[in-house]
Nanobody
Framework: QVQLVESGGGLVQAGGSLRLSCATS????????MAWFRQAPGKDREFVAA????????YYTDSVKGRFTISRDNRKDTVYLQMNRLKSEDTARYYC????WGYGVGFWNGMEYWGNGTLVAVSS
């Protein structure tokens, strides 16, 4: 059974940085595309970033391009989201998700497994 556990959230001042981690179990990580989503209070969940199972392609929503970086470590079965120059509008619960053999633009619209999220709060 695939399980995803996020960590690394917290309270940070605007302009600061955080690195989120998502540790997975279940033995499918190296074959799984991974993505980060977020949900702010009172808003719908939105896509943030994604990386293909091979790690060769990454995708970002426009509002985080140049500030966030998604990466993966197949030795540790972990995906990361490095968040720099944080803004108050980045405040949300951040979720990671996986999809076996995911690739191509838009694969994140059909993620298969989800974590419970980690809270990020950015103070202005």
């Amino acid at each position: 059974q695939v399980q995803l556990v996020e960590s690394g959230g917290g309270l940070v001042q605007a302009g600061g940085s955080l690195r989120l981690s998502c540790a997975t179990s279940g033995g499918t990580f190296s074959r799984s595309a991974m993505a980060w989503f977020r949900q702010a209070p009172g808003k719908d969940r939105e896509f943030v970033a994604a990386i293909t199972w091979s790690g060769t392609s990454t995708y970002y929503t426009d509002s985080v391009k140049g500030r966030f970086t998604i990466s993966r470590d197949n030795r540790k079965d972990t995906v990361y989201l490095q968040m720099n120059r944080l803004k108050s509008e980045d405040t949300a619960r951040y979720y990671c998700a996986s999809k076996l053999w995911g690739y191509g633009v838009g694969f994140w619209n059909g993620m298969e497994y989800w974590g419970n999220g980690t809270l990020v709060a950015v103070s202005s």
